[in-house]
Structures are given as structure tokens and as C-alpha cells.
């Protein structure tokens, strides 16, 4: 564990209806489900009180890239979100590839006995704990963060 920053993390996995939110403690060991936030203009607020109740260190917002690795319009709203993120908060912001978060939450949700119907509202918040554990699970396998960061200053956004 001699690479891994020390710190709070919060997860965020973008949809264009809802936006799940999960954190893991500061020594990385579990990430956990927060709330599911409806997007709209005041997610972006809510996710920073969420930040603000915590001494965070980061936000990992996952990049859902498709299966080839491109980018798909999903990808470009999870960029403008993650950007907007870190503007309004001045808190760092790594996205990271989440290929698979949203489909491993539904496999874990089914596997526990949960439809997809009564899922609906905590898959989100799922997704975003999948992302963040990858997330922190390869920064303490590999001593690198995973992915990449948005810069602060606004010239290079």
C-alpha cells in the first residue's frame, strides 16, 4: 500500500436521469452506497454538500467509454458533469473507465434477489460503489491513481 493516498473518496457514476454517489473511507478499504441524486441543476450542489460532510480527497467519476474503448454521448455528458464538478467545488476530479459498473452492479443486485424493477433505485448508487472499489483497489495494486484527473484552471478544460 505504499502508493495509496491516504484520503476520503467520493464515487460518482453520471446518468442522464440519475446519478449515483458512494464513498469509501479514508484507508480504502470499503466503498458503500450514499443516495441516489436526480440530475438536474442542483445535482452538482448536492453532490458537493454530500463532499462537504466528509474530508474529501477526490471525486472518481466514472467515463462510460464502450466496449472498443470510444467515446459515445454518454461519455461526453460524464466529462462536461466531471468538469463542472470540479469547477464548482474546487475538488479534485479523476474519471475513470467504468465499462462494466453498471452492468456488474445489476449481476450483484441479481445474484442478491433483487429484479431489475426493485433495483432501479440503488443501482445507480451500486455502479458507483463498483467504480470507486476498482478505483481504489488499482491505485493500491499498481501505487498509481487510476485514470485521469480534470485540470483545475480553466484554461486547459
Do not use: W
Not at 2 to 10: P, Q, T
Not at 20 to 27: H, I, N
Not at 31 to 55: F, G, K, L, M
Not at 74 to 79: H, I, L, N, Q, V
Amino acid at each position: 500500500m505504499s502508493g495509496f493516498r491516504r484520503g476520503v473518496r467520493i464515487g460518482v457514476d453520471v446518468g442522464r436521469a440519475r446519478i449515483g454517489v458512494a464513498r469509501c473511507d479514508p484507508d480504502g478499504m470499503l466503498a458503500v452506497p450514499v443516495e441516489t441524486v436526480q440530475r438536474s441543476e442542483t445535482s452538482i450542489d448536492r453532490i458537493a454538500e454530500i463532499a462537504a460532510e466528509y474530508d474529501v480527497l477526490e471525486f472518481v467519476v466514472g467515463l462510460p467509454v464502450n466496449m472498443q474503448g470510444a467515446d459515445t454521448a454518454s461519455t461526453t455528458d460524464a466529462r462536461g458533469f466531471a468538469a463542472d464538478l470540479a469547477r464548482r467545488t474546487g475538488i479534485a476530479v479523476r474519471l475513470v473507465d467504468e465499462r462494466l459498473s453498471t452492468v456488474s452492479a445489476h449481476a450483484a443486485l441479481r445474484s442478491s434477489g433483487r429484479t431489475q424493477k426493485n433495483s432501479r433505485s440503488i443501482v445507480d448508487q451500486v455502479a458507483a460503489v463498483v467504480l470507486l472499489q476498482q478505483a481504489v483497489d488499482t491505485e493500491k495494486s499498481t501505487g498509481n491513481p487510476p485514470g485521469a484527473t480534470i485540470p483545475l484552471d480553466e484554461e486547459s478544460a
